[in-house]
Structures are given as C-alpha cells and as structure tokens.
C-alpha cells in the first residue's frame, strides 16, 4: 500500500467517524493507566462499568494500596483475569509511589517498565494524556489494518503498528488509531462485518470475497413456477 491509498483510507473513515475518541471513561492520567490496564482482553463497556464505582473508592496509588489484594479484586471482579491486574495495580501504584512521586510518568519507556503496562497500553497514555502522537494496535486496529492490506495478515501487532506509522501522517497517528478503533467496533466488525454498506468495498480484498457469494446469489437465473412445475 502507498500514501495516496491510505490516505483516501484514511478520509473515508474520517467521514465515517469524525468524532472518534477514547471511550474509556477517565478524568486524569492515572485513572487511565488503571482503566486501559483493565481493558485487555474486555471490552471498554465493561471497564467503564467498573471504574464508575472504582474511581470514587480510589483517588490516588495510596488508596489501592491502603485495601488488602483481596478487596481490590473483588471490586472489579466483573473484569477478565482480575487476579492478575489487581495485582498488577498494586505494583504499579507501589512503583509510582517510589519512582514517580505517585505520578503516571510521561516517557514511553517508563511507562513500558509499570507491571502490566504493555506497549498498547503506554501509547494509549502517551497520546491520549501527554498528547505524544501515537497509535495504538488493539484487536480492532489490527483487523482493520490486515483487511484493508495496510499490513500482511500475518504481521505482528508491532509489524502493523510499524506500517502504520509510515503510511500515516505523524500528527494524524493519535486520531487515526481512533478512528480505526471505532471503524473495526461499529462498522467492519469482526464477525458481521457491514461489507455491503461500506465505503472501503473497493479496497477490500476481504470484503469482496465475502460479498461474491452474495453477488452470486443475484446473479442466479431464478427458476419460475411453470418450469418447477414441468418437471412435476
């Protein structure tokens, strides 16, 4: 794919989504770090489900290690592998408390070195609280990227975010990894994608070969009830 493709990519999901934005609910730098933290492998719905009742209990690293491990499990017990990023929060906060002065630091590499802080999640922050262009491969991105041929099928999540940082303006990263993101959620889904609605039809090799069938079905000479009937 080159830059002139991409960007009539690009301006078609800008179209489609002008308003796309981190759904996850937060009010500052560190309830993004737990929440983006929370999200792997759940969906931002959930998350922002818990964190309502979360945020108001803990404020600040102090407060997550003030409870027992046990207690802060149970309070977002409704997220996948809640033992390990309640324990994962604990360390973190611990961390920040010892490095950071309690503060989400600002450097990608140092937030890449916070227990369960992974490269996604540090982009996230990076771009959505520091405003440091960045994007950001979740499973949405990637599956979009893959269809759309910006990146081999089977790249890695960082092979992809490579590609997409050369074929994407650096100003537009933060805001494309958002529209990509709501793109993959609401329109090219997973499972039922909207291929026969969708603007990027024409550069889509998968979406073609999920519409022939479909076409195929049109296309068929429909047998009318006499001929049905002669062959009674």
Known sequence: MNAKQMRHILDCIAEMFPDAHCELNHSNPFELTIAVLLSAQCTDETVNKVTADLFRKYKKPEDYLAVPLEELQEDIR??????????NIQKLCQILLERYDGQVPELHEQLTELPGVGRKTANVVVSNAFG???????????RVSKRLA?????????????????????DEWTLTHHRLIFFGRY??????????????????????????????????????????????
């Open 78 to 87: 409704r997220i996948g592998l809640y033992r390990n990023k309640a324990a």
């Open 132 to 142: 440091v262009p960045a994007i950001a491969v979740d499973t949405h991105v990637e």
């Open 150 to 170: 910006a990146a081999k099928p089977d790249d890695s999540v960082l092979e992809v975010e490579k590609k997409l940082m050369k074929l994407v303006p650096r």
């Open 187 to 232: 329109h090219c889904k997973a499972q039922s994608p909207k291929c026969d609605i969708c603007p990027l039809l024409d550069v889509c090799k998968e979406g073609k070969r999920r519409m022939k069938p479909v076409q195929n079905r049109k296309n068929k000479p429909k047998i009318k009830q006499s001929q049905i009937a002669s062959k009674g």
